[in-house]
T-cell receptor, first 115, second 111 residues
Framework: DGGITQSPKYLFRKEGQNVTLSCEQN?????MYWYRQDPGQGLRLIYY???????QKGDIAEGYSVSREKKESFPLTVTSAQKNPTAFYLC??????????????FGSGTRLTVV | GNSVTQMEGPVTLSEEAFLTINCTYT??????LFWYVQYPGEGLQLLLK?????DKGSNKGFEATYRKETTSFHLEKGSVQVSDSAVYFC??????????FGKGTHLIIQP
């Protein structure tokens, strides 16, 4: 079955460490996205990529970095510059065929906790 | 810029009650509108969508109509079940960048 896989499901980070969250999709979608979810704040866009080797900052990109070397993969690195990284991180992908908008497919999320 | 406003809740209803979750938006042009549902500890699942004015999206007994004159996309269900308990997000896409989400509405259905 096609879908998006995020790993790990739970991740613990020490202060000052960088960590990388994995996101892989086998849906052949061109576009991929990273969102951060905090209680009471909904979802906020971190980075997105419309095509391989290209990505754009979202609303809250500071302290994060991404790469898009393959169509299937869009890893997110939470750097030590991110002051409050504890959150639930969601990856998504999308396709637009013939002008029809099919919305997003989401992964099951990674919960990151700073210890 | 684009924005979505929805009632935040929690909304608590009894089983078989009628559900309405309000959603209004601000956007230029003609955005696509979506409702997503999130069950505890999981990602978001697309519930329904509408891509032009007066379209009605429907799925699993839920409905929402794209009302451009009132810039609204309210979610309704005639008879809710305990299994409908979840967080519901209204969202819009007006361009090539990501979806803009509301803050989510936590729905609790009591037996």
């Amino acid at each position: 079955d096609g879908g998006i896989t995020q790993s790990p499901k739970y991740l613990f980070r020490k202060e000052g460490q960088n960590v990388t969250l994995s996101c892989e999709q086998n849906l052949n979608h061109d576009a991929m996205y990273w969102y951060r979810q905090d209680p009471g704040q909904g979802l906020r866009l971190i980075y997105y990529s419309q095509i391989v080797n290209d990505f754009q900052k979202g609303d809250i990109a500071e302290g994060y970095s991404v790469s898009r070397e393959k169509k299937e993969s869009f890893p997110l690195t939470v750097t030590s510059a991110q002051k409050n990284p504890t959150a639930f991180y969601l990856c998504a992908s999308s396709i637009n065929l013939g002008g029809l908008d099919y919305g997003y497919t989401f992964g099951s999320g990674t919960r990151l906790t700073v210890v | 810029g684009n924005s979505v406003t929805q009632m935040e809740g929690p909304v608590t209803l009894s089983e078989e009650a009628f559900l309405t979750i309000n959603c209004t938006y601000t956007a230029t042009g003609y955005p696509s509108l979506f409702w997503y549902v999130q069950y505890p500890g999981e990602g978001l699942q697309l519930l329904l969508k509408a891509t032009k004015a007066d379209d009605k999206g429907s799925n699993k007994g839920f409905e929402a109509t794209y009302r451009k004159e009132t810039t609204s996309f309210h979610l309704e269900k005639g008879s809710v079940q305990v299994s409908d308990s979840a967080v519901y997000f209204c969202a819009l896409r007006g361009g090539a960048d990501g979806l803009t989400f509301g803050k989510g509405t936590h729905l609790i259905i009591q037996p």
